[in-house]
Every structure is written in C-alpha cells, then in structure tokens.
T-cell receptor, first 112, second 114 residues
Framework: GENVEQHPSTLSVQEGDSAVIKCTYS??????FPWYKQELGKRPQLIID?????GEKKDQRIAVTLNKTAKHFSLHITETQPEDSAVYFC???????????FGTGTSLTVIP | DSGVTQTPKHLITATGQRVTLRCSPR?????VYWYQQSLDQGLQFLIQ???????AKGNILERFSAQQFPDLHSELNLSSLELGDSALYFC?????????????FGPGTRLLVL
C-alpha cells in the first residue's frame, strides 16, 4: 500500500521567516495531495491541495509543490505569523483502493 | 464551523462495550468519510460512504462497522472495545464520491475506553 513520510516532525521558526514541510509517497497511483492544519483540540482544516497534473499551487502565503518523478511534495509558508502555529498533516489519495494516507504530522511553532 | 456535526462530543466507556458515533454531513454533501486519530497511529482513514453505498475501505478493524442512511447521516459502530481504541474519531463530508474533492471535517468524538 501507500506510505507517506513527513519531515520534520517539529519545526520552530521566527515570526516572518519561511517554513517548509516535506512529504514523500510511494504509490505512483496517488494523484491528489491535500495539506491540513490542525490546531490543538480542533478539527483538521484543508489549507491547500494539489492534483498530480499540476506542479505548483499558491494561495497567498501558502504554496505547495509537487515532484511526481521523485514522489515528493512540499508545503511552503512564507512570512509566518504566530497564528500559523499548529500541526500540519500531508496526505496522499491513491486510486489503489480509493484511499487516503496521512503523514505523521509536523508541529510548527512560530516564535513572536 | 464546517457544517458537519458529530455526536457525542465525548464518550467514556469500558472495555468490551459497544458504542455508536453519529455524523451528519454538510447540506448537499453525499460522501461521508470516517477517520481515527490516535497518538501512536496518527490520522488514519477508516471508511467512506457515498450516497448510502460503501465506496472505499481503509484500516478499519472487523470489530468496527459503519453505514450511511437514506438521509445521508452516517454512524460508526465500534464493538468489543479495547483500550487501544481510545482515540479521536472524525467524520468528514464532501460533495461527491471522488477522493480529490475538498473534505470538511466535523469537530470529532473523543472516545476513552477504560
């Protein structure tokens, strides 16, 4: 089955700096890659997603890049703010069984 | 507020018992997904229903079952509960049945098995 690995598990940045979180996947049938933000005690919220036919997608301070050949995708947050502090999960959807697989999460702390 | 509701919010029960978690999707959404989030296993996809039919099955134990009713609400039944079943259970909904559609998560049900 699919295996999604996420790095780093924890990340601390100064306010205003950029943060990058990386995920790799193994199943070449994976074609959809969402990123979720989860604040403590709350539900995961979709922040950005990318389909396999696109290499990059941006939404204001957030961007996601996808390298299908290398089977990895990354989340980029620029000009970080304290409210960006949360756990971020990457996920991969594979047509093999129509399943979602999640990374283990990255706890991001933005230091004011 | 995502528009997805889950009840109950918290559930405390004993090993060996059976519980039912309920999820109401957003108005107009036909798909319901169930996820388990635990400290050691992370976020795991359990099962998806689309318009009353099972669409995809993930790491769902045989002791667990789900269904989606004609009014599109869904229930996740957990039986013969074990300590390791303690977790946060989320449901999510989307408009259609394709995996690449945006999913909206409910607030979750926190299950504690003692």
């Amino acid at each position: 089955g699919e295996n999604v690995e996420q790095h780093p598990s924890t990340l601390s940045v100064q306010e205003g700096d950029s943060a990058v979180i990386k995920c790799t996947y193994s199943d070449s049938a994976s074609n959809y890659f969402p990123w979720y933000k989860q604040e403590l005690g709350k539900r995961p919220q979709l922040i950005i997603d990318i389909r396999s036919n696109v290499g990059e997608k941006k939404d204001q301070r957030i961007a996601v890049t996808l390298n299908k050949t290398a089977k990895h995708f990354s989340l980029h947050i620029t000009e970080t703010q304290p409210e960006d502090s949360a756990v971020y999960f990457c996920a991969a959807f594979t047509n093999t069984g129509n399943q979602f697989y999640f990374g283990t999460g990255t706890s991001l702390t933005v230091i004011p | 507020d995502s528009g997805v509701t889950q009840t109950p919010k918290h559930l405390i029960t004993a090993t060996g018992q059976r519980v039912t978690l309920r999820c109401s999707p957003r108005s107009g959404d036909l798909s319901v997904y169930w996820y388990q989030q635990s400290l050691d296993q992370g976020l795991q996809f359990l099962i998806q229903y689309y318009n009353g039919e099972e669409r995809a099955k993930g790491n769902i134990l045989e002791r667990f079952s789900a269904q989606q009713f004609p009014d599109l609400h869904s229930e996740l039944n957990l039986s013969s509960l074990e300590l390791g079943d303690s977790a946060l259970y989320f449901c999510a909904s989307s408009v259609g049945g394709r995996g690449w559609e945006t999913q909206y998560f409910g607030p979750g049900t926190r299950l504690l098995v003692l």
